[in-house]
Structure formats: structure tokens, C-alpha cells
């Protein structure tokens, strides 16, 4: 990047109008935040209508002129998807951070993975539209090494490499990969990473958003990137990192494409 971002100083964006799913808690909640004091309109995409009251409320108390509203929006509908894409008229960028951790394997991929893909299928004729639309997936670090029987990673992962594909399927919006690092919360167990209290090296979800903003608003920001955290991928400031092992496999990722369109029906 040519010049240095500045996490506390973000660009403004009036006029813009930016979705971000599962925006009613932990990450996508300072996602929406943040993109919210920059005078953009941010849509809340959310199942509980309830929860995105809260959300909305939460915003508004620390961005006192934000322009939120809520989208009813449930990943593991194909039919809630559509009907939400339906009910937007300009879109300049999706950030697709939703995620669920839960025991059926296959509703979590749904939710994480097949949710978002059909989302950006049905959305991108108004991101096409835009002058810059976006697609922004947020991953993880579990997802950037998915290990066989780790049914929430491979769903991570499988969002990550979707991201690359559209990227190269796609030329007429910049998609773009991020990952929050390693972030912490009050759900958080106390643990060690390398022998050191994690909040050494980890950050709240706060910073964790950081990435997926910058990813967003960046004009400098080339599709087919990730951004993480600079300090060992767990930390810091947002950067540029580079896209190494499965994520860099374009066979997978192509096999990731035609399985996700068999199981939607659709093809961003």
C-alpha cells in the first residue's frame, strides 16, 4: 500500500451505501460501526430484528448522525437471501461477515459459506452498478489451514476462497479477502498462546474489524488481496498479507465454485 492507513482516521464516504451481514454482534458490529462514522448509509443484515434494534441503538450512541438501518436477512435461506437482495436499490459494497460456530456441520456451512455465495449472486447486478463495488469476505486464521474435521474452519475457508474465485470469474467488482486476526471477547476463555497471556498477543473485536473496514474504504485496495492484522497475522493495524497454501490452490478453489453452484442453483 503506498501510503500508511490510518485506523482512527477513516475517509469519508457520504453518499455510500455499504451492507454488512451479521452486523448485530461481535465483529460485523464494529464493522458497521466504523463504516458508520464515515457518513455512509450501513444496512445491518441481520436474522433478529430485535438484535438489530439493539445494534442500531449501540451505533447510534457512540456516531450520533449514523445512518443505519436494518436489513432481515437469514444466511441459511435461500429464499430470506433473495427476498433481501430484493429490497436494495444501490449497493457499494457487501461485507460478508456473518458466521455461526454450531453442531450441525452442514447448516453451518450453509449459513457461513452457501448463504453468502447465492448473496453476492443476487446483489451483484447493484454492485456492478456502483462506480467501485466491492465484495469483502471476511475469513479466519482456522480457515486459512482448515484441518479435515474442523467442519467450521473448512466453512471459513470455503468463504476465502470463494473470494479469490469471484475475483478471478469477475471483473466487474474488486473482491477482496480479510481475516481478524486473533480477537478476543467476554466469551473469550482464559487461555496461553506460547506461553504468554493471550491478550498479549490477540486484540478485541474492535481491532479485529479493522481489516474488513480498510478492505471496504481503501482506495488503494486491489481485488484478489487479503488483509490481516501486521503483527503475526493475530494483531495490529491492517496490511496486505500474502495469499499462501490451500487459498492460493486455484484447483480447490474452482471445485469450491462448482460444488457451491450445484448446492445453490445460482452462480455469482
Known amino acids: 500500500m503506498p501510503t500508511r492507513w490510518n485506523v482512527h482516521r477513516l475517509p469519508r464516504a457520504e453518499g455510500k451505501t455499504f451492507l454488512v451481514t451479521g452486523a448485530n454482534a461481535g465483529i460485523g458490529y464494529h464493522v458497521a460501526e466504523q463504516l458508520a462514522s464515515t457518513g455512509a448509509t450501513v444496512v445491518l443484515g ?43 436499490d444501490s449497493l457499494d459494497a457487501v461485507v460478508c461477515n456473518a458466521g455461526v460456530m454450531i453442531d450441525d456441520a ?5 449459513a457461513n459459506h452457501l448463504g453468502h455465495f447465492a448473496l453476492v449472486h443476487w446483489l451483484m447486478p447493484l454492485l ?25 474452519a473448512r466453512s471459513k475457508q470455503a468463504q476465502m476462497l470463494f473470494g479469490f474465485e469471484l475475483d478471478r470469474r469477475q471483473s466487474g467488482v474488486l473482491s477482496v479477502v480479510n481475516h481478524p486476526g486473533g480477537a478476543l471477547d467476554s466469551l473469550t476463555p482464559p487461555r496461553t498462546l506460547l506461553s504468554l497471556p493471550a491478550g498479549l498477543l490477540l486484540q478485541g473485536k474492535d481491532a479485529g474489524a479493522w481489516a474488513a473496514v480498510r478492505a471496504v474504504l481503501d ?11 501486521r503483527v503475526l497475522g ?35
Request: hydrophobic content about 45%; glycine content about 10%.
Open 106 to 110: 452442514e447448516l453451518m456451512y450453509a
Open 219 to 229: 482506495p488503494s485496495v486491489r481485488g484478489g488481496q487479503m488483509i490481516g492484522p
Open 46 to 88: 441481520s436474522r433478529s430484528a430485535a438484535k438489530a434494534d439493539a445494534a442500531m441503538a449501540s451505533i447510534r450512541s457512540v456516531v450520533p448522525d449514523a445512518r443505519v438501518r436494518h436489513l432481515q436477512l437469514d444466511l441459511a435461506d435461500l429464499g430470506s437471501v433473495k427476498a433481501a437482495a430484493d429490497e436494495l
Open 128 to 152: 456492478v452498478a456502483a462506480p467501485e463495488g466491492r465484495v469483502v469476505t471476511t475469513g479466519s486464521l482456522r480457515g486459512k489451514s482448515a484441518k479435515p474435521g474442523d467442519a467450521y
Open 234 to 268: 493475530l494483531r495490529g493495524e491492517p496490511r496486505v498479507e500474502p495469499v499462501r497454501g490451500e487459498l492460493a490452490d486455484t484447483a480447490l478453489a474452482a471445485r469450491v465454485w462448482a460444488e457451491s453452484v450445484e448446492l445453490t442453483g445460482v452462480e455469482p
